[in-house]
Nanobody, 123 residues
Framework: QVQLVESGGGLVQAGDSLRLSCAAS????????MGWFRQAPGKEREFVTA????????YYADSVEGRFTISRDNAKNTVYLQMNPLKPEDTAVYYC????????????????WGRGTRVTVSS
């Protein structure tokens, strides 16, 4: 069992930066691949980025490639999402998720989810 709690969201202007954190409970955090997803109002939840258990391999959606960076600290049971520069279209609730096997862009393949943190980017 893994419990995930996101933090770091807020209201920012276009061009600004934010770093989201996702703190995980449990001693087996390092065995999970982690992903970030987001859901904008009226839209489906979409894949943003993912990282393998070691942090050595990452995968990004085209919409955030080059602007967002995922990382993890297994000693702190935490995964991060650095977002820079932000655009108004990045406005959404951001969720982190854990997957028992390798990372995936498919939300249906993740076993555990946090409750999300809201990011609002004004133009």
């Amino acid at each position: 069992q893994v419990q995930l709690v996101e933090s770091g969201g807020g209201l920012v202007q276009a061009g600004d930066s934010l770093r989201l954190s996702c703190a995980a409970s449990g001693r087996t955090f390092s065995s999970y691949a982690m992903g970030w997803f987001r859901q904008a109002p009226g839209k489906e939840r979409e894949f943003v980025t993912a990282i393998d258990w070691s942090g050595g391999d990452t995968y990004y959606a085209d919409s955030v490639e080059g602007r967002f960076t995922i990382s993890r600290d297994n000693a702190k049971n935490t995964v991060y999402l650095q977002m820079n520069p932000l655009k108004p279209e990045d406005t959404a609730v951001y969720y982190c998720a854990a997957r028992s096997w390798g990372y995936s862009p498919n939300r249906d393949e993740y076993n555990y989810w946090g409750r999300g943190t809201r990011v609002t980017v004004s133009s």
